[in-house]
Structures are given as structure tokens and as C-alpha cells.
């Protein structure tokens, strides 16, 4: 799972496709005005108490090791906490109430790690060699995930660029999801997994340097043409209009045909595809998706700006 985003400046060509800034493990979209940072009414977290970790909660940028040993340790404990803070959550219906601090901040500290590792190969591998079966292989897939996304950055200096705001609730778009891929028959975790690309699931607001809008990020002209006469803004009808897209394109039979028409690189494809992956495999990975964090790469290093204790 994971979770910390760039901004991707892809290939204008298109083939009559959507124009994303692609985002990572909370990810940043071009363009737009005044760095204004607008909250929609959120759903009360549930209670800190009713978290299962007995341990403090990590802090949103606190050290983290450098070496295999302490990572994988990192690593293996975050996981086992976090799969535990997001079952106690899903029992309390993630559709009515927020993310408790236990999952914001394991999943915070689970996609710092991933970003650490997807920089250097050879650290994500020894560290990897340490991990048990199951978490070696979420390791791989987000670590993957994020590197090819890396791969299409450019620095962006600009915060004031980025415009943010607050998702809607998890079981809410849990549930965009899975009506959107019962009605043209995709899979929920592909039409999540973009959603987590593209925007973080909504937390960015601004339009893309290409133009690309909502939290699906589609051009207004493939919108007038997939969109099925919604509101390109809104999550629900982005949703079912991507649907749409990919049903046109070729899904489910080619699923990488599909998102390769969405947006037209095979490195963007793959991390769909990886993150997608996740989800089929465990679907608590949606829920720790949920709170990735969106992080800018500027050239003064990267910059987290949605998320505790973010700065702008």
C-alpha cells in the first residue's frame, strides 16, 4: 500500500485519453491557483482510545533508520499495528466515521518507508530479504509502485500551485468504487488504485498542468465524451465515468490496454496495476491507501502538505 506523492508531468500524448499529473503515495497535481487548503466537513475520527496499539503513535516525520535491519523492524511492526488499527475502524463503519490517529499515522509512517526504499534498489532488497513472506510482498509491489512514479517527476517549486482539501470518507468511496465496477464490470481495486495515483483520492483539488480535472482526472473533452453528462468534480460521477473509459478501452479483458489509454506510459500502467494488486490480495491495503499523504518533490528536497502536522 502506500503512499506519498509527486507531481508527474506525463506525456501530453494522449490517444483522445485522459491528461493526469500523476500522484504517489499522496500526490500532488500541477496547476491551479493560491495554495489555498479548503476542508470539506469530515466525519468525527473515532477515538483515539479505541485503537489497538498500546505503543505511542509515531510522529508524522520522525527518523527513520537507514539501514536493512532497523527498516524491515520498522517496517514489520508498522504493518502488524496498522492492520489492526484499520480493523478495529472498519468495524465502526469507516462510511460515518474518520480514520482514527493510529491508522493516519501508521500509514503515514508505512508510506515514508516505501519512499525511502523505492530510492534505493539495493536497500529496498536487503531490507525485503528481512521481511516475512506477506509483507516482503506488499513491500515489493508499493516499493515498485512508487519508483515508476518517481520516474515521472520533475521538481515542482511552486506549492502555491497546489490546492487541497479533504476526501470524502473511506466507505463512502468504498462504495463509489464498487457501484461504478458492478455497473461496467471492473474491478473496484483498479478504479481505486487510480483514484490513489491521480489524487490521493480527491486531496488534490487543482487542475493538472495539462488541464486534467477532478479527482479522477480526466480532460473536459474525453469528459464530455465518458462522463455520461455528470459533474467532472464530483467523486462519484469521476468514478463512473472512468469506469466507462476503461470498459471503452478495453477492460476487463485488457487491463493494461485499458490504462494505457488512460494514461499512455507503461511505468504509470504498472503502478495502477501493483497498487491494485494490493487491495485484491488484502483489502485492509484500501483503507491504508486512504491515508497516504500527498508529498511534492521540489528541488529543496521532498514536501508533505496534506497530513499531520503538514506544512505549506
Known amino acids: 500500500m ?4 509527486w507531481m508527474m508531468r506525463i ?19 500541477g496547476g491551479g491557483g493560491g495554495g489555498e487548503r479548503e476542508r470539506a466537513p469530515a466525519p468525527r475520527a473515532a477515538s483515539p482510545s479505541a485503537s489497538p496499539t498500546a505503543t505511542p ?11 536493512p535491519k532497523g527498516l524491515a523492524q520498522d517496517l514489520e511492526r508498522t504493518d502488524r499495528a496498522l492492520r489492526l488499527a484499520v480493523d478495529e475502524w472498519v468495524r465502526s463503519d469507516p462510511s460515518r466515521t474518520g480514520p482514527p490517529d493510529a491508522v493516519v499515522h501508521l500509514a503515514l509512517r508505512q508510506q515514508r518507508i516505501y519512499r525511502v526504499l523505492a530510492k534505493d534498489d539495493g536497500l529496498e532488497k536487503r531490507t525485503r530479504d528481512l ?13 515498485v509502485a512508487v519508483r515508476k512514479l518517481l520516474e515521472l517527476a520533475k521538481p515542482e517549486d511552486d506549492l502555491g500551485k497546489f490546492r487541497t482539501q479533504e476526501p470524502l470518507p473511506a466507505g463512502v468511496l468504498r462504495k463509489h468504487f464498487g457501484d461504478a465496477g458492478k455497473r461496467f464490470g471492473i474491478d473496484w481495486q ?6 490513489l495515483v491521480e489524487t ?21 473533452a474525453t469528459w464530455r465524451q465518458y462522463g455520461m453528462g455528470g459533474d467532472i468534480h464530483d467523486p ?24 494505457h489509454a488512460y494514461n499512455p506510459t507503461p511505468l504509470y500502467v504498472d503502478a495502477v496495476q501493483r497498487h491494485a494488486r494490493r487491495m485484491k490480495s488484502d483489502p485492509r491495503a484500501y483503507y491504508a491507501y486512504y491515508n497516504w499523504q500527498v508529498f511534492v518533490v521540489t528541488t529543496r528536497g521532498d514536501v508533505r502538505i496534506t497530513g499531520p502536522g503538514a506544512r505549506r
Open 236 to 259: 462519484r460521477d469521476a468514478v463512473m465515468g472512468a469506469a466507462n473509459y476503461l470498459k471503452a478501452s478495453g477492460a476487463p479483458d485488457d487491463y493494461r490496454r485499458a490504462l
Open 2 to 5: 502506500g503512499i506519498v506523492a
Open 131 to 143: 521481511l516475512p513472506g506477506g509483507v516482503a510482498a506488499a513491500t515489493r509491489d508499493n516499493t
Open 57 to 67: 503513535l509515531p510522529e508524522p516525520d520522525g527518523k527513520l533508520a537507514k539501514d
Open 200 to 220: 490521493k483520492y480527491g486531496r488534490i483539488k487543482s487542475p493538472s498542468w495539462a488541464g486534467a480535472k477532478g479527482p479522477m482526472q480526466f480532460l473536459p
Open 11 to 29: 506525456s501530453t500524448r494522449r490517444s483522445g485519453a485522459l491528461a493526469a499529473a500523476v500522484v504517489l503515495a499522496v500526490a500532488g497535481c
Open 190 to 195: 483498479v478504479l481505486a488504485a487510480i483514484m
